[in-house]
Structures are given as structure tokens and as C-alpha cells.
């Protein structure tokens, strides 16, 4: 299958280089222009300035997660041997000790720099400047598969077998609300203004909460589980974020429409041959970029059609990540390949 592609190129490449493994995870420090990499062999990077740094060098056991705090003071990251680390600008500043258990998922809070991480089960939430665990949270009814923080600090969600639990960060000890689900929520996300909490479930479905409305949307008929969700920052004329799902190798972009009870009108967006590891919106915009394990990173211009495909890996890709302010794109490979590129 031809690609489909206008021939304008918003993108250039900016910097290649290359970890010694697969790249698990990526992200940009919200302050400035660090971009923070890490690999399935348990190397971590620091890219600034055209120049990496090693902060970790790799031992064989795979980092899966890594966020800077929302002050960019901080980076942790966790991964197979159960370590959380916590650097500082560049010093190591912590190390949490949880094995056996397997670190994979971890987000800091917008409202100060406490990092809730998984732990089988539970999930943890530490305080980086007290240095102390401020509580752990029993998800119960299996792994936590996906954990993120809602944009006032308020509320932490974790997904899991049976749905999402929510729980007040001013009252840990208060029972979670509960998204029911008669499946497993496999990855979840808040939209950017606290309204909507989304969740890709396991039998091919995605659920949408709005925030103080008991009576959720489903929406369904996706060809496997949903791997990946998305929102834009930027806002409809109706004042609601567009949602992105990917599912295989499609993705349907959500737009909520102004009758309550006709909910979110479905856009399918086909071009990827190969299975979709990563989705983001770019800041401030609808622009959406999709990367897969076909080879392209494919830039979709008002979440409609394609308008730029990128490449640069021997086999797949494996995430991304935007800069804060959409000027840089960042990616990792399936080889170990780091790519970032500019907008001209």
C-alpha cells in the first residue's frame, strides 16, 4: 500500500542517534529543551543541545517508564529491576527499592512534586521533596495498567481489570470512585481540562466520563483491544477536546457533538500498515502524530488526513513524544534509534 501524503514538509530532521536497544520511553522536560530517553537494555539519556548524556548506563534490565516533574526539577524512572530512581538536575537524588515488583507505569502530579508509580497491585505516591511516601493505594482486582494524575492535582486515576478507581489526593484514605467496567481498562488519560476521563478497554471499546456525570458514553466496534488514547489541548466549537484512539493499526478520532444524547461522532483515519505503538496531539493544536511499527511516524493535519509521513528507523517505532511549545517532535525505534525533528 502507496502512502497517501501532501508534499509539504513541516518537519525536518533535526538529531539522530541511537541507544543500544529497543526505546521504551521518551519525554520532554517541561521547562526547556531536555529531552530524557531510555532503553530495554536500562540505558538512560539526557538530549540537550544536539548532545546526549548518559545518566544510566545499560545493565541488561529494561527501563519501561520515565517523567520529568512538572517543574522540570526532576526525572524519575522505573523499570524490570524494581527500582524507582529520582535524578536532579543530573544527580542521582533517590532510589526506591520495590523489587520483585515491576515498575512500569509513573506520573507526577501538576500540582506538586509528588510521583505516583506502579507496584503490582498498589500504587505509591512519594513526595520528592519530603523524600518520604506520602501513601499506597490497593488497586485490588489486578496489575495497574495505567495511572494519570487529573490537571489540578486533585484526583489520581489507575486503570485496571473491571475499570478505573479515583481517588481524592486531599483525603487518600476515602473510598475511590469507581468507573465500573465489566472488562479491563488497558490505558486511560484525563483530558487536558480535567473535564473527561477516557479509557481503551479490553474488549474493543473506549468509555468517556465527564467529570460529575454518572452516566458514561461507550463507544465500540474497533477491530482489537485499545492500545493507545489521546487528547488534544485545543477545544471544538462545542468547547470539548478531540479524543484519539488507536486500535491495531487504525485510529478513530472522537469529536463530541452538542446533542448529549448523540455523544461523540466517530472519524476514521487509515494510512498505517503496521501495528500503532504511540499517539499524541502536538500542543495548542490538532494536529496529530501517529508512530507504528510499519516504519512511519505519520502527521495528521486537523486529526483528518495525512500531511507529512516521517521515517528513519530499520523496522518500527516504538514511541514519541512532542515539545512542550509543537516546535520539536521526538522518536524512538524498534533498533535503538533516537530521531528528533524541527518545524521549519
Known amino acids: ?40 537494555a536500562g540505558e538512560v ?27 522540570g526539577k526532576f526525572l524519575a524512572i522505573g523499570g524490570q529491576d524494581g527500582r524507582v530512581k529520582i535524578w536532579r538536575e543530573q544527580e542521582l537524588v533517590a532510589t526506591l527499592e520495590n523489587a520483585p515488583a515491576w515498575v512500569d507505569k509513573l506520573a507526577w502530579s501538576y500540582a506538586n512534586n509528588h510521583l505516583a508509580f506502579s507496584l503490582g497491585r498498589y500504587v505509591q505516591v512519594w ?22 494524575w487529573r490537571i489540578d492535582g486533585k484526583y489520581l486515576a489507575i486503570a485496571g481489570n473491571k ?57 465500540r466496534g474497533f477491530p482489537g483491544k485499545i492500545r493507545q488514547l489521546a487528547w488534544s489541548e485545543l477545544t471544538n466549537k462545542v468547547g470539548a477536546p478531540i479524543l484519539a484512539s488507536s486500535s491495531v493499526e487504525g ?46 511516524l505519520c502527521l495528521w493535519k486537523g486529526a483528518k488526513q495525512v500531511s507529512q509521513i516521517l521515517t528513519g528507523v530499520a523496522d518500527g517505532f516504538s514511541t514519541l513524544a512532542w515539545h512542550p511549545q509543537g516546535k520539536l517532535l521526538a522518536a524512538g525505534g524498534e533498533k535503538g534509534e533516537l530521531l528528533i525533528w524541527s518545524k521549519g
Not at 127 to 148: C, K, M, P
Open 127 to 148: 513526595d520528592a521533596e519530603a523524600g518520604e511516601v506520602v501513601t499506597t493505594l490497593n488497586f485490588a482486582d489486578s496489575s495497574a495498567l495505567s495511572i494519570d
Open 1 to 40: 500500500m502507496k502512502p497517501t501524503i501532501s508534499n509539504t514538509k513541516e518537519f525536518e530532521e533535526h538529531f539522530s542517534g541511537t541507544l543500544a536497544e529497543y526505546v521504551t520511553a521518551i519525554a520532554w522536560c517541561p521547562q526547556g529543551d531536555t529531552l530524557a530517553a531510555a532503553s530495554a
Open 163 to 219: 475499570g478505573v478507581k479515583i481517588w481524592q489526593a486531599e483525603d487518600w484514605d476515602e473510598e475511590p470512585y469507581i468507573l465500573d467496567m465489566p472488562t479491563v481498562s488497558v490505558t486511560m488519560a484525563w483530558s487536558p481540562d480535567g473535564r473527561f476521563l477516557a479509557s481503551g478497554n479490553m474488549d474493543r471499546s473506549v468509555t468517556v466520563l465527564e467529570w460529575n456525570n454518572p452516566d458514561p458514553w461507550v463507544m
Open 251 to 296: 485510529i478513530v478520532v472522537w469529536e463530541k457533538l452538542e446533542d448529549e444524547n448523540l455523544g461523540w461522532e466517530a472519524q476514521v483515519l487509515t494510512n498505517h500498515v503496521g501495528v500503532i505503538n504511540a499517539i499524541a496531539f502536538a500542543p495548542q493544536s490538532f494536529t496529530l502524530a501517529s508512530a507504528a511499527t510499519d516504519g512511519w
Open 45 to 71: 539519556v539526557i538530549w540537550q543541545d544536539g548532545v546526549l548524556t548518559t545518566l544510566q548506563t545499560g545493565n541488561g534490565q529494561s527501563v519501561d517508564c520515565l517523567a520529568f516533574s512538572r517543574d
